[in-house]
Nanobody
Framework: QVQLVESGGGSVQAGGSLRLSCAAS????????MGWFRQAPGKEREFVAA????????YYSDSVKGRFTISRDNAKNTLYLQMNALKPEDTAVYYC????????????????????WGLGTQVTVSS
């Protein structure tokens, strides 16, 4: 199995940027498809982005497309989420997740696809 630890969260003004990291340990990182999710206060956790094992393909929610970029460095066992042009509605706890499943990347918005989760990192965007 894999253990996931997120970092890089913080407070930023609208229009600013943050880069989140997710450090993985345990089983070989490159054997997992990876995703980012977020949960805002009083709301359900929602999909943000996903990436294939070799980083060659990515998939985003419409709410972040064009502003966020998911990437990974398999040599460093680390997943990233570069967040630009942040908005107050991006305020949430951000979670990384790992999946051992194969198939279409477009189903990776489903939380049921992921078997491993980090504890999250808080992102707060002020107006």
């Amino acid at each position: 199995q894999v253990q996931l630890v997120e970092s890089g969260g913080g407070s930023v003004q609208a229009g600013g940027s943050l880069r989140l990291s997710c450090a993985a340990s345990g089983r070989t990182f490159s054997s997992y498809r990876m995703g980012w999710f977020r949960q805002a206060p009083g709301k359900e956790r929602e999909f943000v982005a996903a990436i294939t094992r070799n980083g060659g393909n990515t998939y985003y929610s419409d709410s972040v497309k064009g502003r966020f970029t998911i990437s990974r460095d398999n040599a460093k066992n680390t997943l990233y989420l570069q967040m630009n042009a942040l908005k107050p509605e991006d305020t949430a706890v951000y979670y990384c997740a790992a999946s051992v499943l194969w198939g279409a990347l477009t189903v990776m918005y489903r939380q049921s696809q992921y078997g491993y989760w980090g504890l999250g990192t808080q992102v707060t965007v002020s107006s």
